[in-house]
């Protein structure tokens, strides 16, 4: 086989997703571009949410409960929810399509654990008078930062739960294969870890020392 026709057969095999040059189906390399996209939008809210913090006398409003038991709670859930995602990856590449589905679905019910808890923390805040335009305990800015922040990432889990749900039955029903089961976990795990840096600067950083 000459060079220019091996190069040929690599390069044709490398854009549909075989080993080289480029190892990546269109469907991963999607996602993993919607992924770079959306951390650079959480990276400009949380180093946005970081410069008005320094520049005001930001308030702590979280008392250890229930603020930080629930968003704790919240947390575990996520990193639970990582976990059998990776399960269902697993499965799903082992071509167990039942405990895949199965796995997708228990992660599922671990983001609605986690809007639940959420909303649930939200409705205690907003009952003390915290708003997107108002803030008893100090500067207006803290609940339009604060909600704007945990609402997108809020809104990221619910997606990835209808998401989810769409991949458990698509992947069941054999409409779908692998590598849609492992680019929902891509979208998923990254929800998880955005989640593990507002945590601590949202939450822990604004906790009520008595």
């Known amino acids: 086989m000459s060079e220019s026709h091996s190069t040929s057969v690599a390069t044709q ?3 549909g997703g075989g080993v080289s040059p480029y190892g990546v189906g269109y469907k991963k390399l999607g996602m993993w571009l919607f992924i770079v996209s959306d951390a650079l939008t959480f990276s400009a809210l949380i180093v946005a949410y970081s410069y008005v913090r320094i520049a ?3 308030p702590t409003p979280f008392e250890f409960y ?3 038991i629930f968003s704790s709670v919240m947390t575990l859930v996520l990193l639970s ?3 059998t ?3 269902a990856v697993d499965a799903g590449h082992k071509g167990d399509r039942a405990a895949a589905a199965k796995w997708i679905w228990a992660t599922a019910l671990g ?3 986690f809007i639940v808890l959420h909303v649930r923390e939200w409705l205690h805040l907003i009952h003390d008078g915290v708003t997107p335009t108002g803030n008893p305990f100090g500067t207006p800015l803290f609940g339009g930062t604060f909600f704007t922040i945990t609402g997108l990432h809020m809104t990221h889990v619910a997606i990835g739960v209808i998401y989810l749900a769409i991949v458990a039955m698509g992947f069941k ?3 779908y294969d692998s590598e849609d089961v492992e680019v929902s976990g891509l979208y998923w795990h990254f929800v998880d870890l955005v989640w593990m840096f507002v945590f601590p600067m949202v939450y822990l950083m604004s906790t009520k020392v008595s």
């Open 13 to 15: 095999a490398g854009w």
């Open 56 to 58: 005001n006398d930001w």
């Open 66 to 68: 229930p603020a930080i």
């Open 81 to 83: 929810s990582s976990l």
């Open 85 to 87: 995602m990776v399960f």
């Open 111 to 113: 983001g609605v654990i």
């Open 173 to 175: 029903s054999g409409k």
